[in-house]
């Protein structure tokens, strides 16, 4: 399934970005250029940082109106 349709961007490619280490819809753009046009693709790329256990989203507001997790700090993770 195609996340921006400017840059043919799947969002297999996405989730390929954030494997790699992207944890903001900057960096996902800076590695394959979605979200760097018409920006309409931006909230998708969002969601899937959030389900990806990043902090996608500038205010914990906006990331409950999106219905996103809250982030899990990885120090206690492992301390778990």
Known sequence: MY??????VTEQHVRDEIAA???TP???AS???AGT???SCVRRIQALL???GARPCPTARLAARLGLP????PAEAEAA
């Open 3 to 8: 996340v921006c349709m400017c840059h043919a």
């Open 21 to 23: 280490g992207a944890t």
């Open 26 to 28: 900057r960096q996902v």
């Open 31 to 33: 590695g394959c250029k």
């Open 37 to 39: 046009d018409c920006g």
């Open 50 to 52: 959030g389900h990806e």
């Open 70 to 73: 809250e982030p899990v700090d």
